[in-house]
């Protein structure tokens, strides 16, 4: 009698026998699995893995596969963004996971966002169709925001057609629809380091209502804002990008940064803060512009402090040594003017639409005129000094009040002193009680003319010496 054996006689083995063969049989595989996972190296498992299923995937199976990357033709892929946006919305029973969190400090009790990590799996049913997504990453990393993700979107073979025809421009309408609810505004700014934006909840308070700025300039604003958004048909009727580029400049203090975010809170339109200082090169500019989205502002601030982009082309190429000039300043680190000029009007312009391009200075004079002309600067915009009218803006703003006794002394004295909307605010910000705070300001205006009188009378003192 064989004992401890699975026996084919056709008697019923017993069960410590069909329990000890299975343990064999256990520790047999065991064996096997240990010797080949230590004589086969991983990637080669793993590729084997992967030809094995694609195999089976393309032979016995009648599924289709769609991959959805990051990127497409060198600009981020509209499609993927629209699969972000709408995956985390039909989590239903078969998603087992999904990342969860939040970046709103306004409103911490907020419902937070829901993101699909990598190797989740969602189920979509359309017009009866079964769909299954899946993300995936190209190497395996800690960390979910790079460009190295991917979608599977499966289906049957059958289905691909209508899936590429009505399911696709479907969940584009409905990420669009949903962003659109949303209303929420990202601030993003680039990440060198994983060659990706990084975002923020964007919750600036500027309103164009709230600038100090001249009452006709707010309405010029407002209204070329709304011509831009409105004329989607006349830039493709003319063949020109639909982009507007604006030139914000001004002394320290007078408001551009919050214009800026007065501009994206009255778009809807995300910001994106470009650091020209961190741009390695002229591609690296271009991979870095060409992954922002449409409906969004591109930030460059403070352009003036950039030297390589300061250069102007025009100066240089007027006298053979300034020719060398260039081929050395395209061989400097950094992106160069003609780098910044090509993606604003140029070839690569035409990648991306509805973006407004916002560059800000305090020294207008110091920028290459090929940066200003229009095309490029179409709207140049001067943000000044405190007058009258933009005092009472910041007085209703900052004290609640229209009127008060000491309006007619602030008036007097900023005639004679020039006095920034940020000092202003200042002073205005010190007391609740208009009187206290008013009586601040008056207080500095009243030392700020002094001063200057006796820096002019100092002056015309040496003038006089001289002659
Ligand atoms: N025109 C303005 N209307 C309302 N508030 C203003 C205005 N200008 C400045 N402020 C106030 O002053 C602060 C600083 O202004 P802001 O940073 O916008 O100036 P800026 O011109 O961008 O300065 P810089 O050139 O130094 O970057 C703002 O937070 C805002 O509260």
Redesign the pocket.
Known sequence: MATGYFSFSGQTPSLSAVLTTYASISAFMMVIRTILNEVIPRRMREFISSKLSEYFLFNFSNEFTFIIEQRWEAVISETYKAAEVYLPTIVGASTDSLLVGSNNTRNSTAVPKLAVPVGAKIIDNFEGMKLQWSLHMKEAKKYYYNDKKYYHLTCKKTDRDRVLENYFPYIARKAQKILEARQTINIYTYDHKHSSWQSAVFQHPSTID????DADLKKFIIDDLDTFVNRKGFFDNVGRAWKRGYLLY?P???????LVAAIANYMKYNVYDLQLQSVKSDADLRNVLTTTTNRSIILI??IDCNETVLHDRGRRSASPDKEKETENVSLDPGATLSGMLNFIDGLWSSCGEERIIIV?T?HKERLDPALLRPGRMDVHIE?GYCNPS?FRM?AKTYLGIKDHALFGRVDELIKKVDI???EM?LHLMKSDDPTIALESLVEFLDKKVIEETAKRDDKDEIEVAKE
Do not use: F, Q, R, V
């Open positions: 709230t600038m100090a700025m001004g320290p203090g007078t408001g551009k940064s919050s601030e403070d800000t305090n943000m933009g910041l920034s909307p940020a605010a």
